[in-house]
């Protein structure tokens, strides 16, 4: 049992590790993306910004891959905080579909706000 949970330590140490590495290299390639949305934070704070988001977005519900790496570039250059908003989570509590369908639902109402606005140069998506 010791050794059980010896191993289960270090695996989630290890992943801990793995995690920040990765929401650093994430953090990189944001900032080499969009220099002028992150000038003003640091490495590590955007590193840190990346993990929220990207831990916001599982606690969500968020599955697939891409849908989180667009949730963690949303949050950290075009709308910062906005899985806060009162009507992003009402939308999550009562509209149907699986939380992947949702935050699509979302994404798209962004994009089409951002173009009606003149603002479709900041949709990358």
Known sequence: VMVE???SRMRAAGNAR??????LRFARRI???RP???QYVSDAQ???IVRR???AARDLGIVDNLLVARFVMVDAILAPNFHEAEDLKRHFAQASGTPDVKISDVFQLLKVTLYKHG???EVWW
Do not use: M, N, P, Y
């Open 18 to 23: 793995e995690h920040r590495i990765s929401d």
């Open 36 to 38: 002028d949305r992150v």
């Open 53 to 55: 988001s990207r831990q």
């Open 119 to 121: 603002r479709g140069d």
């Open 46 to 48: 955007l590193a840190e």
């Open 5 to 7: 949970i010896l191993t």
């Open 31 to 33: 900032r080499k993306f």
